[in-house]
């Protein structure tokens, strides 16, 4: 199970953000993930408290947002949803586009406690 691998490493890029904002604890992570990214959202959400035990966000609450295959057509320049499995124009079919969104996992946010009581997002 690699998404375990990747929370710790999101939790590396974490922890230093929470330094760098003197931060007591994290509340929540919000991460953006794509169909095409090779990471299966129910399995990173079943790996953070494991990779998050004893960390800065040992109570952090992961919020996950998933993103749309979107493409660009060469073809009609159609910006389009597609299908993970086809990558196909909508508008008029072509095959000839570009990947615009879909196989990011990206950390969006993050909701810290910080040593004066306030929260911060950043």
Same mark, same amino acid.
Do not use: W
């Given at each position: 199970? $690699? %998404?375990?691998?990747?929370?710790?490493?999101?939790?590396?890029?974490?922890?230093?953000?929470?330094?760098?904002?003197?931060?007591?604890?994290v509340a929540s992570i919000?991460?953006?993930?794509? &169909?095409?990214? @090779? *990471? %299966?959202? $129910? #399995?990173?959400?079943?790996?953070? &408290?494991?990779?998050?035990? @004893?960390? *800065?966000?040992?109570?952090?609450?992961?919020?996950?947002?998933?993103? &749309? *295959?979107?493409?660009?057509?060469?073809?009609?320049?159609?910006?389009? !949803?597609?299908r993970t499995n086809d #990558?196909?124009?909508?508008?008029?079919? !072509?095959? $000839?586009?570009?990947? #615009?969104?879909? !196989? %990011?996992?990206?950390?969006?946010g993050l909701e810290l406690?910080?040593?004066?009581?306030?929260?911060? $997002? *950043?």
């Amino acid at each position: 199970m $690699h %998404e375990l691998a990747i929370c710790r490493q999101m939790l590396k890029q974490v922890t230093q953000i929470a330094a760098a904002n003197d931060a007591l604890s994290v509340a929540s992570i919000s991460v953006r993930i794509g &169909p095409l990214s @090779g *990471v %299966e959202s $129910h #399995l990173l959400k079943q790996a953070f &408290p494991f990779a998050a035990s @004893g960390s *800065v966000a040992e109570k952090a609450q992961l919020l996950i947002e998933s993103m &749309p *295959v979107r493409v660009r057509c060469g073809q009609c320049g159609s910006e389009t !949803d597609a299908r993970t499995n086809d #990558l196909s124009c909508a508008n008029c079919g !072509d095959y $000839h586009t570009q990947l #615009l969104s879909g !196989d %990011e996992l990206l950390l969006i946010g993050l909701e810290l406690s910080r040593k004066n009581q306030e929260t911060t $997002h *950043v």
